[in-house]
């Protein structure tokens, strides 16, 4: 069973950054395809940022494509989400999640294992 811990969430002014990061406690973290996704008040969860099990690719939602960039670190079990130009609309619980699969997905049910989520609140 796969963990995930989400930490670097917090309170930021419209057009600041964050950097979200999410461990793995698995050793074979480097194998699994690493999501980011996030939840609204009132919205259904979408998906955000995903990178590939072997760095080949990455893909952004519209939304964030230019402002968000998503990395992983496989010696640290660890992806980030480097969050700039923050809107208040990015107001949301940011979830990791994690994929056996290699390659990269925006649907929610291709990821087996999530974290627990961390708030990322924008003030404008």
């Known amino acids: 069973q796969v963990q995930l811990v989400e930490s670097g969430g917090g309170l930021v002014q419209a057009g600041g950054s964050l950097r979200l990061s999410c461990t793995a406690s698995e050793r074979i973290f480097g194998s699994y395809a690493m999501g980011w996704f996030r939840q609204g008040p009132g919205k259904e969860r979408e998906f955000v940022a995903a990178v590939s099990a072997l760095l080949l690719s990455t893909e952004y939602a519209d939304s964030v494509k230019g402002r968000f960039t998503i990395s992983r670190d496989n010696a640290k079990n660890t992806v980030y989400l480097q969050m700039n130009g923050l809107k208040p609309e990015d107001t949301a619980v940011y979830y990791c999640?994690?994929?056996?699969?290699?390659?990269?997905?925006?649907?929610?049910?291709?990821?087996?294992?999530w974290g627990q989520g961390t708030q990322v609140t924008v003030s404008s």
């Open positions: 999640a994690a994929s056996r699969r290699r390659s990269t997905a925006r649907v929610a049910d291709y990821y087996d294992y």
